[in-house]
């Protein structure tokens, strides 16, 4: 154990910093401490960036961090800082362009070796105590460069700053400026249909990561008569991973990738930011299909959230769950052998277990053959078929079994769950939540209106700040926000507005859209930094960067496009649209070249196009009719859909109605039974039958409004 490392890190607000509290490596925490001693020892500074939830950063620090001998050859030669990436987002970032620049990869652990004011000149991800699996050994990295830094150092100051430069001119998007044009989003969909794997869902080979934002973008485009094979798409994507055992068939919820094409085999941690968005899909297929299966799925996310993931006393959605309990299983808490799952059930039930996960004495783990991944191999009509019973009987054993199963499970070492609530993420559920109880109703979608609006209270109440924006998370001393924290917040705001019709949520997200336009809006070229005019020096790799890959949570600079004009809409103030506009010009002649790795720009490009659409639906809260209506337009997916419930209450409170909706609608009778569709600051004239609102909002084309 390093005492001075100790010292630092025990009281970190990062669990991953805490976690390496007793290693023998004299860690810094990234700032200017770190940099300082740096400078004045003229030492290279190794970066760990990690996470707490990351399997690999836990093998590199038994392997090579815990070691003394490793350790003392890092503490003779090297300034040591170690990152947390969820906490420290600007500087993973950053770091992440320049080593894969270097080496071609990027990912975590991220290994970096840097000159004593920050700028890299090598690096790697996950490097082994010694030459093994074609990579070089950590020993023999830290020797080689120690070695360069010292005799070398004229080559690794030239080469540092050529880094610097191309990793400055790629992050700001230099040339990358064009004009608008909306059909950039038609050029991404042709690019995500071509990389469509018909046999098993989603996108590319092995490994697959989900892509929420061309989901939504493809369903998106089919309401707007894209075809039915953007449907076939979206759809068979989000049952196969519905069915993968990259959804937890037991508890619900989502791991963060599939290993394997098939969407089987999982790395198992569970990240809040994958939950969230997938809860939308999967909310927004149900809406357009209205298979069951998918609102079950959804349903199941939720109850996950709200038993693991969640503050359900003060409100708040945690960060993630780990994978694993010790670095010496895989996923062992999640997977199952076949004498596991007999010995929790009775023979019957086993059978109906076997049959519908595939569980079989040979399993699917290579570090433990028996262990089984449950994936969906039969549906309860195929079991019910082959054992020569009614299809009620077999769902009702599963449901039993199943019961069985996650009781079983729970008696297990559980893996750590990250209990830090990060503000872009919480933003993030919060408008997943609300999805939710807009598409779900009843009592599930009460409580999750409920939880929702607890948790962005409590964001409010414990994180913002009028001179210094949100914070970047709840909790331990106050860390300044990033670009995401700012504009996701927002969204969330205006959901909540548009739920609650309660004008404070309005008016904080029009602070919060104004706060971002003053603290990070580029004049000069269009679009959004990811850091604040005012934010303290970095200390290290000194880029002015503007995110606009989906990676894999919605780009920051579409996602603000698509905020800007989702105020525009309510306040009809034109440097809302126009800032939206010069955001999208930003990045124009360079999105369609990152198609599905940017497909919420192609959401925020339809919605500037066409403009969101506001259904103010007015009558008396039990009148039926107006009950009619707002279930009819909660049903239908549309990005940038929004549905206004209007009653002679709401409406007595003077300023329910944001400021452009009050010139639109200025003699609006709140207790007429009625729904109008807006768009912009035009109305089409009220409906009154359910089958006609539905109509007239599948028939709003994606690039026109709806005057």
Avoid at 80 to 98: F, L, M, N, S
Avoid at 193 to 216: E, I, T
Avoid at 337 to 366: K, Q
């Amino acid at each position: 154990m390093n005492e001075k490392s100790e010292h630092r890190l025990a009281n970190s607000a990062s669990p991953y910093l805490r976690s390496a509290v007793h290693q023998p490596v004299d860690w810094y925490e990234w700032g200017a401490e770190a940099f300082a001693r740096a400078k004045v020892e003229d030492k290279p500074i190794l970066l760990d960036i990690g996470a707490v939830w990351c399997h690999w950063c836990h093998v590199i620090d038994r392997e090579s961090y815990e070691n003394p001998q490793l350790a003392s050859m890092i503490n003779k030669l090297f300034i040591a800082v170690k990152v947390d990436r969820d906490e420290r987002p600007d500087v993973d970032a950053r770091y992440q362009a320049a080593i894969s620049t270097i080496s071609g990869q990027g990912g975590w652990p991220l290994t970096g070796f840097l000159l004593p004011d920050g700028r890299p000149f090598y690096g790697g991800t996950y490097f082994p105590p010694e030459d093994a699996m074609g990579r070089p050994g950590f020993r023999r990295v830290l020797e080689a460069v120690a070695t360069g830094f010292r005799d070398k150092r004229a080559d690794v100051e030239e080469a540092a700053t050529r880094l610097a430069e191309a990793v400055a001119k790629a992050e700001t998007f230099t040339g990358a400026r064009d004009k608008f044009d909306s059909r950039v989003a038609d050029d991404q969909i042709e690019s995500i249909v071509n990389m469509f794997d018909a046999r098993n869902g989603g996108f590319g080979r092995s490994p697959k990561f989900p892509h929420p934002s061309a989901l939504d973008l493809l369903l998106e485009r089919h309401q707007s008569g894209g075809g039915a094979r953007l449907l076939e798409v979206a759809a068979t994507t989000l049952e196969k991973m519905g069915a993968g055992g990259v959804y937890d068939q037991i508890a619900g919820g989502f791991h963060r990738y599939s290993v394997d094409e098939r969407w089987c085999v999982p790395h198992f941690e569970k990240m809040s930011y994958d939950n969230s968005e997938l809860l939308k899909n999967f909310l927004h297929g149900y809406q357009v299909t209205r298979n069951p299966f998918l609102r079950e799925v959804a349903e199941g996310i939720i109850d996950w959230t709200d038993a693991v993931l969640s503050d359900q006393a003060l409100g708040g959605f945690y960060a993630s769950q780990d994978a694993d309990q010790t670095l010496d299983d895989d996923g062992d808490y999640f997977t199952w052998t076949l004498n596991e799952v007999r010995a929790t059930m009775t023979p019957e039930e086993s059978r109906v277990i076997e049959m519908t996960y595939d569980v079989e004495a040979h399993g699917e783990m290579h570090h433990n053959p028996a262990k089984n991944v449950l994936w969906i191999a039969k549906r309860p009509s195929e079991i019910a078929a082959a054992l020569g019973i009614d299809e009620t009987t077999v769902r009702l054993t599963l449901a039993r079994a199943k019961g069985k199963l996650l009781a079983a499970r729970t008696a297990r070492p559980t893996p750590f769950i990250d209990t830090t609530f990060y503000i872009s993420w919480n933003a993030m559920f919060v408008s997943a939540y609300l999805d939710a109880a807009a598409v779900l109703g009843g009592e599930k979608g009460a409580a999750c209106r409920q939880f929702a609006l607890k948790t962005l209270d409590r964001m409010l109440a414990e994180a913002w700040s009028d001179a210094r924006g949100f914070a970047h998370r709840m909790g331990g001393a106050r860390l300044d926000g990033s670009l995401d924290d700012q504009i996701f917040s927002g969204i969330a705001l205006l959901d909540a507005y548009e739920t609650t019709l309660d004008r404070k949520y309005f008016d904080a997200a029009r602070r919060i859209t104004d706060f971002a336009l003053a603290e990070y809006f580029d004049i000069e070229g269009g679009g959004f930094f990811d850091r604040a005019s005012g934010a303290p020096p970095m200390g290290g790799l000194e880029v002015r960067r503007k995110p606009l890959q989906d990676s894999p949570t919605a780009g920051a600079n579409s996602s603000a496009a698509i905020l800007l004009n989702r105020i525009f809409g309510y306040t009809a103030e034109s440097i809302y649209r126009q800032r939206a506009e010069q955001t999208l010009e930003a990045f124009a002649g360079i999105a369609p070249q990152f198609g599905i790795h940017a497909a919420s720009y192609g959401l925020a490009a339809l919605l500037h196009a066409r403009q969101p659409i506001e259904i103010v639906i007015t009558g008396k809260s039990d009148d039926a009719q107006a009950v009619a209506l707002e279930q009819a337009a909660n049903s239908i997916y549309r990005f940038g859909k929004a549905v206004l419930r209007v009653t002679p209450k709401r409406m007595a409170s003077g300023n329910a109605l944001a400021p452009a909706l009050c010139e639109t609608l200025p003699h609006l009778d709140a207790t007429v039974s009625q729904a109008l569709v807006c768009a912009g600051t035009t109305c089409r004239p009220p409906v009154t039958d359910p089958g006609v609102l539905i109509s007239m909002l599948r028939e709003v084309p994606a690039g026109a409004s709806a005057d």
